[in-house]
């Protein structure tokens, strides 16, 4: 999966209330798209490649009820996606599914901090601020229901997801179930996990990359926050006590090598007082490797 995605999976929220499909759907594509023998294709890389959807293996691998994703988008994630562009409804607003794609091809992804884009050798070799991470979405209906989804995938995207990857567990992430469901056959994805997952591994595995082996490592606090969408919240205590239990439940379901610790800082305040710097966080976390992990490294 491109390192960018994971160092920030909150982007996706720019895709509008259907954001936890689009990340799946991202996911999805990473995998059909990979090539095991890219270096030997790197040629291919240079122009956009494209891939077909197959809707029934999506709803079944990443926990999504094929009923919820064909019915009727709400009047509300009707207004945030489509806007202005109410002649498009018609044709792309029939089902959550449809709604969700299009916002996905019709929106740029911005990125805060840049997105890198690898050279042969992994290293950066030019840095955008936007990316469209689809160039089309071609879907097709038949009768009663959706035939068939064609997608062309930008082709910086793919080069990254071969040449500046962050190795992704798909089995272990897609266990990453809405609490109380994640025992079920078919537990509810959880958006909010699942980005916690991502960002925690891509914090792990680069730093481990420079030092291998480490028995910890530091997270920003701040940072998780803003992936789990609790940045704006005006307690610390209730975000730091929020962030314990959901990165804990994440690394369970998705069997990391590390367990994540909150503990307060010496500064201490609880409560957000205007002029403080984000860098002066009361809470620091530390990714601890588990004792009988030893030396294995995360595996893809």
Known sequence: MDSNICRTPHVVRKYGPYYGFALDLLLYVAKHSHDPNYRKNLGEFHQNKSIQFFAN?????????????????TPAAIQRIFGDARDDVADHGKTVLEAALYAMGARNLSFKYGY?????NRGVARRTDFLQLFTSIEVKRGR??????????????????????????????????????????????????RMLYLRLIYTWGSANA???????VSETFQALAIVAGVD????????????????????????????????????????????IKRSQSPYSVTLLRKAYQGSLKLQA
């Open 144 to 193: 009663n229901t959706l035939s068939q989804i064609q997608f062309s995938i930008a082709r910086e995207w793919i080069w990254n997801n071969h040449l500046r990857p962050q190795a992704i567990n798909l089995d272990r992430y897609c266990a990453i179930r809405t609490p109380g469901t994640e025992n079920e056959p078919r537990g509810r994805n959880w958006p909010v996990g």
């Open 57 to 73: 293996d999506f709803y079944n691998e990443f926990g999504h009820s094929k009923s919820h994703l064909l019915h009727k988008p």
């Open 116 to 120: 890198d884009i690898a050279d042969q």
């Open 232 to 275: 704006l919240r005006s307690n610390y205590k209730h975000m730091a006590n929020d962030l314990r239990q959901w990165c804990q439940r994440v690394c369970e379901l998705g069997e990391l090598p590390f367990t994540v610790e909150i503990t307060p800082t010496a500064r201490g305040p609880v409560l957000l007082q205007s002029g």
């Open 210 to 216: 420079e030092k291998h082996n480490l028995a910890q």
